[in-house]
């Protein structure tokens, strides 16, 4: 069963949308919602494989991520960072049990802390996620292994500050790996580096026209046909000025 893609729930004094070239036939899958009155849950995942045999592991891993992401995100006085940990420990098992087995999956889950304007955040194996602020551009890495490798497989959970203005850029593995053949000895990927420069240069706080560009971009420097599919970008923009009531 595919994964139901639901609308991007409104977040106070911030957005979230994601963008995905032509259809998707690869394994990206993301998601994103409210788990609590001042938390909202997102992720983006890239799961090995054509989608059309994923999908079964796509649809447990929407499962897993919603209904145990609400249950454990739910309660007020919970620890982000213990309980991120344990939704990653879940999803793991859940993915290898959907696999059978072995079945690689890159992933960056987030937590956005409404009042607080916090993120808890990990990145198993994942593209780097690009934040950008007043300081310029920081690097979010890897924080532990793709999930479903190892069945103990653990990763860190930090949490950051994302003042007003902040916006994070994640995009899929099929991004920073397009192509463009100038000659017959080159053959040269687009690059994480590409993307930071793409993003730097656009300062736009929509997050809807910062996806659709960095994928236009990635489209624009091929010079072959993009192969549609594992092309995915999700951005989170928290608004420049303060909310009415909001600090």
Do not use: W
């Not at 690869?26 to 989608?51: C, H, K, N, Q, T």
């Amino acid at each position: 069963m595919e994964p139901v893609q639901s609308e991007f729930p409104k977040i106070d004094g911030a957005e979230i949308t994601a963008s995905t070239y032509g259809k998707r036939v690869a394994g990206d899958f993301y998601d994103s919602l409210r788990v609590s009155p001042e938390r909202i849950l997102f992720g983006l995942l890239d799961v090995a494989g054509r989608r059309e045999t994923n999908q079964p592991i796509l649809s447990a891993a929407q499962t897993i991520f919603r209904q145990l992401g609400a249950e454990l995100f739910g309660p007020s006085d919970m620890n982000e960072a213990d309980t991120m940990v344990e939704l990653c420990v879940q999803l793991n098992r859940g993915i290898m049990e959907a696999a059978g087995g072995v079945r690689s999956c890159p992933a960056f889950i987030g937590c956005y802390h409404e009042r607080l304007g916090t993120l808890c955040y990990t990145n198993a194996g994942h593209t780097p996620g690009l934040l950008r602020d007043s300081s310029g551009i920081v690097e979010l890495v890897s924080t532990g292994l793709p999930l479903g490798l190892f069945s103990h497989a653990t990763c860190d959970a930090p949490t950051i500050a994302l003042e007003r203005g902040a916006v994070l850029l994640l995009v899929s593995r099929g991004v920073v790996e397009g192509h463009c053949k100038e000659d017959k000895a080159e053959d040269l990927e687009f690059g994480l580096e590409q993307v930071k420069e793409r993003f730097a240069h656009n300062l736009s706080e929509n997050p809807r026209d910062l996806s659709q560009s960095i994928l236009s971009a990635v489209s624009e420097s091929t010079c072959e046909p993009v192969v549609a599919g594992d092309m995915t970008a999700l951005v989170f923009a928290r608004s420049s000025e303060a909310q009415p009531g909001k600090r």
